[in-house]
């Protein structure tokens, strides 16, 4: 892809990186959330969890072997996944990031006078 058709060389490089530093902070800042560290956190324990990985690995099993993912044997693991407190626990931390960051694409989608997200695509350029 010829990179004289990106966005970044029409915007000129001070716009460009200027872009690029508030995303970086927003990122950062993000990252720094509650919200977020508490996903961080739940992942780490779900994905050190024998249950958790017993489960997957039967799930896995089940796909790998050509099961149908809509097959009883594997609607029941995957129900008894989800009935695990502790995976319960991720999804309410995965819906709380998922809140925030619809929230904050909201309040720059509101600042900017367009959709956010839908057009924060990242180029083939950087």
């Known amino acids: 892809m010829d990179c004289s058709s990106c966005s970044a060389d029409q915007t000129g490089p001070e716009l460009s990186s200027g872009i690029d530093q508030s995303a970086d902070q927003l990122a950062t800042l993000l990252?720094?959330?509650?919200?977020?560290?508490?996903?961080?956190?739940?992942s780490r324990l779900v994905n050190q969890d024998p249950d958790v990985r017993r489960l997957s690995m039967a799930l896995n099993n089940q796909q790998t072997g050509n099961a149908d993912p809509g097959s009883a044997t594997f609607d029941a693991l995957m129900a008894e996944l989800e009935a695990l407190p502790l995976v319960q626990t991720y999804r309410q931390a995965e819906t709380a990031v998922r809140t925030l960051f619809q929230t904050v694409d909201?309040?720059?989608?509101?600042?900017?006078?367009?959709?956010?997200?839908?057009?924060?695509?990242?180029?083939?350029?950087?």
């Open 31 to 42: 990252a720094q959330t509650p919200e977020f560290q508490e996903l961080v956190r739940m």
């Open 106 to 126: 909201q309040v720059i989608s509101e600042g900017a006078g367009m959709a956010f997200a839908p057009n924060a695509l990242h180029s083939a350029c950087g």
